[in-house]
């Protein structure tokens, strides 16, 4: 029998000791039911375990005694549906989640509070560690090997493979050795590689500029439009194709924002001259601002691209706008159909790059037959890695458009273009392009960077701002070179590992790289600990994330117990071995962070943070170097189901509020439309505007919710001169269901279920029934639902088909084309929503959320994957490689101590956060307006409240300011 661990207990304890928790009058009433729920929850041993086998796996669902020890009559009430469950439980929401304040109801480490948030964790690692288990299926021909191991070891512990070393054309072949074990030595390991190369010195090509994208979904559940298998043709019937359903009526119908006043939004090109008077309405998201949309576009121009210097291949197609379900029937649009839609059937677009479209190979294991690859793959056109590569470069030729400051070759080149009196303008802008840069003729104009692709007001911002985040750090180097020039920088050559290298020793060369290293994982740190918590904005994910970043186990003892017993419950599990890399990293304790940075005798390498030990990390050991990354079985690289949950376009408003920061920040001068600032018209109003002005307009500002009906207008009316069509515009949220396509993203419904999520039934499962029947927002759902079903139409089910190998039904039998609906009943497509309409339709989210919950489970596994894999995060996160300072910078979030938030932002001691002490430093100005800032990525007059609160409410410096007075 299983010994109950120390988070069951925990429970038990918890759940003895809720006095308060209950939303019942009479405490003993309370103290009755909850230990009940909480007994008969151990009693049935429901504390859910690592899945052994696909079909059994953890689907974010719980028993209702569970449901009502965590979370109360509520949660239990709640449980119907295919959504989650642990969102309901205590403390996970607002202020109104917490049990009422009676006995231990707020203690930190007992209590119903502790124990909804700590339930709340451990279902979220749960689902960490199964995503790990049974969600990794690279391209690059190593998943033969995961599947049936090699030698003698199991596929999930392998840790190099073939596939992943230099080809004998490669510049770098002979240096890594050649035709014999190859491993990254010497220059090639001491700073990030222009091509991501030789992050792994033992896997040279992982990550690196064109390696293939990976998938989360079995390969057979790809490309369902072919209709390659008896089960995607009985999921699916002959309704799909490129544009079946028509993208463009789906952006039409599903995606365009509403206005009240067309002529005040111009299809989102607002007035002439940025006047105040235009009006683009949109849905907004209270505790996000637009300084957010961009930085997640910003982070994705360093994860990936499909793009090739912005091209895709010259092959011109049709986009749509031709047909339309009329009662379950295709028909073509007439004239005045597409005259009352706004639709375009003259656009065109250049066709996916496809890497290789040949018929994949199979193998057999266990009497199961399975692919090599999906049926076609595509490249990652830039490096993987999150390695600032957007600012730094990812080849040769993007690396030339980074310029360098003539003066001092460590810095990037940043000029004095305006007159500005303020502290930030002094430090300078970005240089344009100029003739003879290696770019394309549509970016001349442009601040000059690696990635110039989309560019607007928001990529110019952050490629200025961290333009002068490397300078701040180059120039506090030098400080620190002039005071000591003889100190020991804690920088080491791997060439010649023994000898100290002094301040004075480095050269500018070297500093530029040390600087992009430091860049990159403070920006690195700004997603996980920053951007993220105000994206997911309830405290398990704000402890979640934090956790990620730095650890748990000392600051945040409940928490370990909860990841300690999940892990425990891995290390109990039959495959043992196969769990054991899981294992090496989770039980570790600091986080991901660092994992591996310091060796100590007689522990694992990946081990616990013993103070009392020596560190022995050594420079000459490539297991020191090395040891600190786990990729579990699977080659690290973006899956393509990752891009589809990032196309985040209903993020944009169609217009800027502009501000200015010493005339009256409360009051909102132009309204400037973001398409007024595509490409080199963002260098313009860079300049004549400044970085501070443009800082505070965004930082103030919502940004749109990621939900139906919420596409920005110029994104589907966008106008570029590059399309070979007669219109040469293009409706850009159309085309993020045909990318989606032309990749073979499985729809929603198996998407889902693939990720280890429920299945919906139908349209009307993405109700929130939380919300009152009689409401507008209830009424605006249903309406939504409705217009789902017009689009994607309904069919006779037949339910001698099976249609998913992913999930069975709850009686252990097959899942049927009739979804538990009565055989021959007319049922609706569910099965066809193109993923992106399935997750903007998810109006019920966990308290906080800016996405849905299946975006989120995409993150779980990747944003941690892409920490897990990368060295520089991990084991060589160390001064040989960062620099003392750089160490320092990272940790203390800027040079010197580390300095602390005033008061307790949701009841935590916090670090003056990361990203606000950039804008610190790049704009000295914004001090009076960041005062009052805990979180970047929060409206910055926003008064945040108490514990998680979503109100949009002034705080008393910004009661003047419209923002508030606006009535959407
Ligand atoms: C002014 C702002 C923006 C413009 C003009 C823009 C434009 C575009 C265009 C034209 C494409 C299609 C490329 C193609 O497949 O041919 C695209 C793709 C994409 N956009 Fe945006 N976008 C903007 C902002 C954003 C933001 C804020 C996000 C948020 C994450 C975002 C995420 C994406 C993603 C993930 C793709 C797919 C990239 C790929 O296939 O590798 N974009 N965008």
Not at 6 to 32: E, H, M, R, Y
Not at 659 to 681: D, L
Not at 873 to 887: A, I, K, N
Request: charged share 25%; aromatic share 10%; net charge neutral.
């Amino acid at each position: 029998m299983r010994r109950i661990g120390i988070w069951s207990w925990l429970v038990i304890v918890t759940g003895l000791s809720v006095l308060g928790a209950c939303d019942q009058k009479n405490p003993l009433d309370i103290f009755a039911d909850s230990t009940k729920d909480c007994a008969e929850m151990l009693l049935q041993r429901d504390i859910q375990k690592v899945a052994k086998t696909r079909e059994q796996r953890f689907l974010g669902k719980v028993p209702e005694a569970t449901a009502r020890c965590l979370g109360g009559k509520r949660a239990g009430s709640l449980r119907e549906g295919p959504w989650l469950d642990w969102p309901n439980y205590w403390a996970a929401g607002d202020a109104t989640s917490q049990a009422p304040a009676q006995l231990l109801a707020h203690a930190k480490v007992l209590g119903p509070n502790a124990q909804g948030i700590n339930g709340a964790i451990y279902e979220l690692e749960l689902q960490r560690i199964e995503l790990i288990k049974f969600n990794l299926f690279d391209n690059n021909k190593t998943y033969e090997a995961y599947v049936t191991g090699r030698d003698g070891e199991a596929g999930p512990v392998l840790k190099t493979w073939p596939e992943m070393r230099l080809p004998r054309s490669h510049p770098d072949f002979k240096a890594v050795g050649g035709d014999r074990t190859q491993v990254c030595r010497r220059e090639l390991i001491r700073f990030r590689t222009l091509t991501g190369i030789c992050n792994d010195i033992r896997n040279p090509l992982m990550g690196s500029t064109h390696q293939l994208f990976a998938r989360n979904v079995e390969f057979n559940t790809t490309f369902p439009d072919l209709g390659l298998n008896e089960t995607t043709r009985n999921r699916h019937g002959d309704r799909l194709g490129l544009l079946k359903p028509d993208p463009q009526i789906i952006s039409r119908k599903l995606f365009t924002r509403a206005q009240s006043q067309p002529d005040r939004c111009h299809e989102g090109y607002g007035l002439p001259g940025g006047a105040k008077e235009a009006e683009c309405e949109y849905q907004k998201a209270p505790f996000f601002n637009v300084l957010a949309a961009f930085w997640i576009q910003f982070m994705t121009h360093d994860w990936f691209a499909h793009l090739e210097e912005g091209h895709n291949r010259p092959e011109w197609m049709a986009v749509g706008c031709a047909t339309q379900l009329v009662k379950n029937v295709e028909q073509q649009l007439m004239g005045d159909d597409v005259k009352k839609l706004g639709c375009r059937p003259d656009d065109k677009i250049d066709a996916a790059i496809i890497a290789e479209g040949t018929e994949p190979g199979s193998f057999t294991q266990g009497g199961k037959s399975y692919l090599t690859r999906a049926p076609k793959t595509t490249a990652n056109h830039i490096t993987a890695w999150w390695d600032a590569s957007q600012l730094y470069g990812y080849d040769e030729r993007s690396g030339k458009r980074v310029k360098r400051d003539p003066k001092d070759q460590a810095k990037l080149l940043l000029m004095p273009v305006r007159e500005g009196t303020s502290g930030g303008d002094k430090l300078g802008y970005l240089p344009v392009f100029e003739p003879g840069d290696p770019i394309n003729p549509e970016w001349s104009g442009q601040e000059a960077t690696a990635f110039p692709d989309n560019w607007s007001i928001g990529l110019s911002f952050y490629h200025n701002v961290f333009a002068r985040e490397h300078n701040a750090f180059v120039e506090e180097f030098r400080n620190q070179a002039t005071r000591t020039p003889e100190g020991d920088s804690g920088l080491r050559n791997p060439a010649s590992p023994d000898a100290v290298i002094r301040y004075r020793d480095v050269t500018p060369n070297e500093l530029f790289e040390i600087a992009r290293l430091v860049v990159a994982a403070e920006i690195a740190k700004i997603h996980t600990i920053e951007w993220t918590p105000q994206l997911l904005y309830d405290e398990p994910l704000n402890r979640g994330m934090n956790a990620n970043w730095q650890g748990v186990f000392e600051k945040q003892e409940v928490v370990a117990d909860a990841l300690k017993e999940v892990v425990r419950r891995l290390d109990d599990s039959e495959d043992a071995k196969k769990a054991n890399s899981l294992y090496a990293a989770l039980a570790g304790g600091p986080g991901i962070f660092g994992l591996g940075n310091h060796v100590y005798e007689e522990v694992p390498l990946v081990g616990l943070i013993d103070p009392g030990k020596q560190d022995r990390w050594d420079l000459k050991n490539d297991d020191h170097i090395n040891g600190g990354v786990n990729h579990f079985g699977s080659p690290f690289n973006f899956p393509e189901e990752f891009i589809t949950v990032y196309r985040l376009h209903p993020l944009l408003p169609d217009l800027i509020e502009y501000r200015e920061w010493n005339q009256e920040p409360n009051v909102i001068r132009q309204k400037v439309p973001v398409v007024e600032t595509f490409r080199g018209k963002a260098t313009e109003s860079m300049r004549q505007k400044g970085l501070a002005n443009w800082a505070l307009s965004m930082g103030r500002q919502r940004l749109g919710l990621l939900t139906l009906q919420n596409h920005p207008q110029f994104l589907q009316n966008l106008k570029m001169n590059r399309l070979q069509s007669p219109t040469q515009q293009i409706d850009v949220a159309a085309l993020d269901l045909i990318r989606d396509r032309e990749r073979g993203v499985p729809r929603y419904n198996e998407f889902r279920r693939q990720y280890g999520l429920k299945q919906l039934t139908s349209f009307d499962d993405f109700v929130d029934t939380r919300v009152p029947k009689d409401s507008s927002a209830r009424r605006d759902q249903e309406q939504r639902v409705k217009t789902l079903r017009e689009v994607y139409g309904q069919h006779q089910c037949d339910e001698s088909k099976k249609i998913t190998e992913a999930q069975l039904n709850d009686d252990k039998s097959p899942i049927n084309d009739c979804l538990g609906h009565p055989n021959g009943s007319l049922i609706d497509n569910i099965e066809d929503v193109d993923t992106v309409v399935g997750w903007l339709a998810e109006f019920r989210r966990p308290h906080g959320f800016a996405i849905s919950e299946t975006q989120f489970v995409v993150f779980i596994l990747n944003a941690s994957r892409r920490l897990f894999s990368d060295r520089f995060f991990t084991s060589s996160f160390r001064p040989e490689f960062y620099s003392t300072l750089g160490v320092e910078w990272v940790m203390h979030n800027g040079p010197g101590q580390e300095m602390m938030e005033q008061g307790m932002p949701n009841g935590h001691k916090q670090q003056v956060s990361p990203m606000k002490r950039v804008l610190l430093r790049t704009m000295p100005e914004l001090a009076g307006e960041l005062q009052g800032v805990v979180n970047a990525f929060d409206p910055w007059a926003r008064d945040r409240g108490e514990y998680y609160s979503l109100d949009w409410k002034p705080r008393p410096e910004a009661k003047g300011d419209e923002a508030f007075t606006i009535k959407k």
